[in-house]
């Protein structure tokens, strides 16, 4: 599994110049709007996407290997007790996968996913809202 951090940023030459110096690694992939560093060292997803003035945190996430490591951390999600928005199958950020979204007490989005493959458009599907309220689930 790798941590998956996602970013908007206002200006992206800025911010490819900034992270690339950071993580002394160019991108993986750049799209229109979209950057990406795929690292091993540290093991992480790195993303920034343009977006509005100021920036910051867009999400966080767990990528997951394969199928057997996404239906554990799918569990652990469960275990939080928190609201759960279950994607399945979707196509967003240049890739298909099968996800789900939860958020932490602070309203914190997590994403926890699989890559199928990469695509070439950016697809439909974003970044959802918040759960409006983040109170626990009545357990079993």
Known sequence: MRIHISLTAPDLAAAKQFYSALFDHAP????????QWMLDDPLVNFVVEQ???????????????????????????????????????????????TKNWT????GVRWESFLTHERTGDYGNS??????????TRACC
Request: glycine share 12%; charged share 30%.
């Open 126 to 135: 974003g970044v959802p809202e918040a759960p409006k309220s983040v109170e």
């Open 51 to 97: 977006g509005a003035a100021g920036g910051g945190l867009s999400h966080l996430g767990v990528q997951a290997d394969d199928a057997a490591e996404l239906a554990r951390q799918f569990e652990r999600v469960e275990n939080t007790r928190a609201e759960v928005l279950d994607e399945g199958e979707t196509q967003c950020c240049f890739a298909r996968s």
């Open 28 to 35: 993986t992939m750049e799209r229109d709007g979209y950057l």
């Open 103 to 106: 958020a932490d007490p602070a």
